[in-house]
């Protein structure tokens, strides 16, 4: 049964995220991370740096591994992922380099880029804690409703719905690209403990259908009702649609 944490707002989500994250790596110094991009981790990573600069967390042994990466824009793009993970989290901690794995967007040949990605998340072995945000579409990575969805590492295309979420972080629509590389649902769901962040009103269809028990392509992230160990925090927006009916299917907590 999912774990539901319903907190007051966006601090208090990405607070309680971050706690989350730091009591892994004090168990385990050398967690494998899987990490979300987007407006909603960034709360979570700037509690993430303020713990490491108050000597709470070393992050020195840590492993990383993004979900997803746009096609076509370089890493020094100040929209690629890469640029967004550096900006926001990595430049500000003692990871080192060589533990961090982001998907190659400009990769001369992409459907080998996915296999590599893929590749190196088994050697690695398995992610520790996968954390995710979710699209206004339920989706989770670049995963999107379909007919059928790809479980290993591959080449989406991207909604309409998803494009104009994101064209808020380029100048034009024209501007946001069209595809990206994502890790598939196997992957993730292969991820001993998973974390899934929403805030906001706008999320709060997405986290109805998540938890309403039924499983749907349409919908991508209610595959994670088949995963023994989700936590889910949602803010009192992401959370205001939510009946008695979807509460019953997940356990509450503090």
């Known amino acids: 049964m999912m774990k539901v944490m319903i907190v007051r707002d966006y601090d208090e989500m990405s607070r309680r995220a971050a706690e989350i994250v730091k009591e892994q790596i004090l168990k385990k110094p050398d967690t494998v991370l899987g990490l979300a991009t987007g407006s909603t981790p960034l709360g979570m990573y700037k509690y993430l740096?303020?713990?490491?600069?108050?000597?709470?967390?070393?992050?020195?042994?840590?492993?990383?591994?993004n979900l997803d990466e746009y096609i076509g824009l370089s890493p020094d793009h100040p929209q690629s992922y890469h640029y967004y993970m550096y900006e926001n989290l990595f430049n500000h901690i003692n990871i080192?380099?060589?533990?961090?794995?982001?998907?190659?967007?400009?990769?001369?040949?992409?459907?080998?880029?996915?296999k590599r990605y893929e590749r190196e998340i088994r050697r690695i072995g398995r992610i520790d804690l996968q954390i995710l945000g979710i699209g206004v579409n339920g989706h989770i990575g670049f995963n999107e409703p379909d007919e059928s969805i790809e479980t290993k590492t591959h080449i989406v295309t991207l909604t309409e719905e998803t494009i104009n979420a994101n064209k808020r972080f380029f100048k034009s629509i024209e501007e946001v690209p069209r595809r990206a590389i994502t890790m598939g649902l196997s992957s993730i769901m292969k991820a001993r403990k998973i974390m899934l962040l929403a805030s906001g009103s706008n999320?709060?269809?997405?986290?109805?259908?998540?938890?309403k028990g039924r499983?749907?392509?349409?919908?991508?992230?209610?595959?994670?009702?088949?995963?023994?160990?989700?936590?889910?925090?949602i803010d009192k927006g992401a959370a205001s649609l939510l009946t008695d009916e979807e509460l019953a299917n997940v356990e509450l907590t503090d």
């Not at 080192?96 to 996915?114: F, M, Q, S």
């Not at 999320?203 to 938890?211: N, R, V």
């Open 49 to 65: 740096i303020e713990m490491h600069k108050n000597g709470e967390i070393d992050f020195s042994n840590v492993i990383t591994f």
């Open 203 to 211: 999320k709060a269809k997405a986290i109805k259908e998540t938890l």
């Open 215 to 233: 499983l749907t392509t349409k919908v991508p992230s209610t595959v994670l009702a088949l995963h023994p160990d989700v936590t889910i925090i």
């Open 96 to 114: 080192k380099k060589e533990n961090i794995h982001i998907p190659n967007g400009v990769a001369e040949d992409l459907e080998e880029e996915c």
